[in-house]
């Protein structure tokens, strides 16, 4: 990838993004903590998220889900809104304390009976529901029992995913266990950035294992059960990570930062073992995954569909800024070093070719497994008018340079079947709260009306285009 090339020119992205097959989906995503609120509402027990909202400093602002965007209480409309932007599918978490406010035992009822809803509400309007079972909330109970780091929570996922399986696999099709492993484990549990907010390597280390094998063990229960074809898969984030410079350093950076960013998830979902470089870096760091006989074959029960979300891609350095290669731990350094691109209300950088090359190179490492985008978009500092209308060009031209950029590694061989906008709605951003706006559609935080930005209505106009030839 040519770091300093312009972004393509819109009238080509047109072109671009009129090659995709008629049949390609498209759709919206959200998740349960980000927009749900009701937190304490019929039966809802609390999750890492509550705690970690609760714990001061950890959210801008304060801020935390308990009322959200009030999606729990405006569902009907919220679907009708979906179905208003012209998609073929939303996907949406289910709430893991809804339905098991303490993480075990059997189903509450009305936590399951939202969902059972919700999917009757969206297939009544037309619109394919697609199920992530796990969006971060996990029950506090588990993460007071060792969370993610302890191998019974693997096992608590299956359990929990077999009974959202159970109840609503009549009319779901398409189901993903896990949204993003790599922010569970690594700002989770090491990082300290998200929720639970621990900051433990080892244990970040052994929360990849659990997530993975959690994963693996819901699947293989998923599949025995099916009663009807699913088609089963995992969202992983993921980026194209370039060396800063030539030197042995920044691409020794750059082939850890890739290891344990994106290979250590699909190498034992997609070949049945971990990358074996990265093994040996955990090692030196006296770092083991906790792998007992047995679990890579059930991490590498087969999938049916990747799910990749996309927000940047990154240039990667050995050295800090000081100019040192190992950091107080003694270990090597990682970080990441601007290209000099136009960002994003995050301070992401913009680098659509990113996306193509990631999706160009999932292909060729990964054969043979279709992909979705399951979530890419931007958030930008909006201004509503006093209407609530919301003339996002940025984002919307974030979005056209990205689908095209999806498009183009379609041309260059990558089997993606979809695409997805994050987010429907603007809605809690974790640990940045309520500041980070990333929705198509505006969302007044005071009376919780909901007004489409231009980029909602870009994209319902793209979507009519492509599905016309
Ligand atoms: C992803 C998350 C999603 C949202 C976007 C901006 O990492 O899956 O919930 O926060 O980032």
């Excluded at 090359?357 to 509503?384: C, Q």
């Amino acid at each position: 990838m040519d770091t300093t090339a312009a972004v393509v020119e819109p009238a080509a992205e047109a072109d671009l993004i009129a090659s995709l097959p008629a049949d390609f989906r498209w759709g919206v995503a959200t998740s349960a903590y980000q927009i749900e609120g009701a937190y304490d509402q019929d039966g809802r027990g609390p999750s890492i998220w509550d705690t970690y909202c609760r714990t001061p400093g950890m959210v801008e602002g304060g801020d935390n889900g308990d009322v959200a965007c009030d999606h729990y209480h405006r569902m009907p409309a919220d679907v009708a809104l979906i179905k208003s932007l012209g998609v073929d599918v939303y996907r949406f978490s289910v709430a893991w304390p809804r339905v098991q406010p303490g993480g075990r035992g059997p189903a509450n009822p009305l936590g399951l009976g939202f969902y059972d809803r919700l999917v009757d509400e969206l297939l009544g309007k037309g619109v394919d529901p697609w199920v992530t079972l796990y969006h971060w909330d996990l029950p506090q109970e588990l993460e007071d029992a060792g969370g993610w780091p302890a191998r019974d929570t693997a096992y608590r996922f299956a359990d929990y995913a077999m009974l959202v399986f159970d109840a609503l696999q009549d009319r779901v099709r398409t189901w993903t266990t896990l949204n993003e492993p790599w922010c569970s484990a690594m700002l989770g549990y090491h990082e300290g950035r998200q929720a639970p907010g621990r900051q433990d390597f080892p244990a970040a280390m052994e929360a990849v294992h659990h997530l993975l094998l959690g994963h693996g063990l819901a699947v293989r229960r998923m599949r025995a059960a099916a009663s009807t074809p699913v088609e089963l898969g995992i969202t992983l984030n993921m980026g194209t990570s370039m060396p800063a410079t030539q030197s042995t350093a920044d691409q020794e950076a750059t082939r850890r930062a890739d290891g344990l960013g994106v290979r250590i998830y699909l190498d034992p979902l997609l070949r049945g073992q971990y990358p074996g470089d990265i093994v040996d870096d955990l090692s030196v760091r006296g770092v083991k995954l906790p792998v007992v006989d047995g679990d890579l074959q059930i991490i590498g029960e087969p999938i049916d569909v990747l799910g990749v979300n996309y927000y940047s891609s990154h240039l990667v350095s050995g050295v800090d800024s000081a100019g040192r290669t190992e950091d107080a731990e003694g270990n090597p350094v990682q970080s990441t070093v601007r290209m000099g691109r136009p960002v994003t209300a995050m301070d992401w950088e913009i680098v659509p070719e990113g996306f193509t090359d990631l999706l160009v190179r999932l292909s060729r490492d990964y054969p043979g497994m279709p992909m979705v985008i399951t979530e890419n978009g931007a958030a930008f500092d909006d201004e509503a008018d006093p209407s609530g209308y919301v003339a996002d060009v940025d984002r919307t031209a974030y979005l056209s340079a990205h689908i095209a950029a999806v498009a183009a590694a379609r041309a260059r061989g990558a089997d993606v079947r979809g695409y997805f906008a994050w987010s429907l709605m603007d809605n809690f951003e974790w640990s940045y709260g309520y500041a980070k706006r990333f929705g198509l559609v505006h969302v007044d935080y005071e009376t919780l009306v909901r007004t489409p930005k231009q980029s909602a209505l870009w994209y319902r106009d793209t979507i009519r285009r492509a599905r016309a030839h």
